[in-house]
């Protein structure tokens, strides 16, 4: 489901008491273990500028850290909760409201020139069908879904990030997965 945390739980207590006391070496050791998690939650809703949103995101931490309460899982929740809440600001400051993805042609473009013509096209062609796909998801089942996969995170987790109930969640999740097993399905060629 997602990578394994550089800290890994069981460290983050010592980690999160040391980022209290200024230590550098923590701060640094939490944007390593968090920052792949949230550029990656930031480039699937297509974040204008992920990187520089990623940015927006650790300063915010570091204003907000003395309000955190918890461990390791709680920690990566409140970050993903204003990784989440940035992302919006930051749709409503580009005045986007639904999530959009690079048109065919500019992944092309920045496709490498070598490498096999089949492949790279089939590559393409399967990158469009996921889209397509996605896209067609409501934006609280894709949020969802990148938060269960790109954050790692269990649905009570979710819940936190997006303020809804444990059951509502598992209710997107699940209409989510419906929508996309049946998209497949209508799209399966039988010959």
Same mark, same amino acid.
């Given at each position: 489901? +997602? ?21 550098? #070496?923590? #701060?640094?050791?939490?944007? $390593?273990?968090? +920052?792949?998690?949230?550029? /990656? ?21 570091? =204003? *907000?850290?003395? !309000? ?13 909760? &204003?990784? =989440?809440? @940035?992302?919006?600001?930051?749709? /409503? ?39 397509? &796909? &996605?896209? $067609?998801?409501?934006? !609280?089942?894709? !949020? ?19 303020? *809804? @109930?444990?059951?509502?969640? *598992?209710?997107?999740?699940? @209409? ?7 998209? &497949? +399905? $209508? ?5």
């Amino acid at each position: 489901m +997602s990578e394994v945390c550089v800290i890994g739980d069981a460290g983050y207590p010592a980690v999160i008491e040391a980022a209290r006391l200024n230590a550098e #070496w923590a #701060w640094a050791a939490i944007y $390593r273990d968090l +920052s792949p998690m949230v550029l /990656r939650y930031l480039r699937a809703h297509a974040a204008p500028e992920p990187e520089d949103l990623l940015g927006e995101v650790f300063v915010q931490v570091v =204003r *907000k850290f003395t !309000d955190f309460t918890g461990d390791g899982r709680d920690f990566r929740a409140w970050v993903l909760t &204003i990784t =989440r809440n @940035r992302l919006i600001d930051a749709w /409503r400051r580009n005045r986007r409201n639904q999530l959009e993805f690079a048109p065919h042609w500019e992944i092309a473009e920045r496709a490498s020139c070598a490498g096999d013509v089949e492949e790279d096209a089939m590559r393409l062609l399967a990158d469009e069908r996921v889209r397509s &796909i &996605i896209e $067609r998801l409501t934006p !609280d089942q894709r !949020d969802v879904l990148f938060l269960r996969i790109f954050g790692g995170l269990t649905v009570d987790e979710v819940a936190v990030v997006v303020g *809804k @109930r444990p059951g509502a969640v *598992k209710s997107l999740q699940t @209409r989510a997965f419906t929508a996309i097993r049946r998209q &497949i +399905s $209508r799209e399966a060629v039988t010959l």
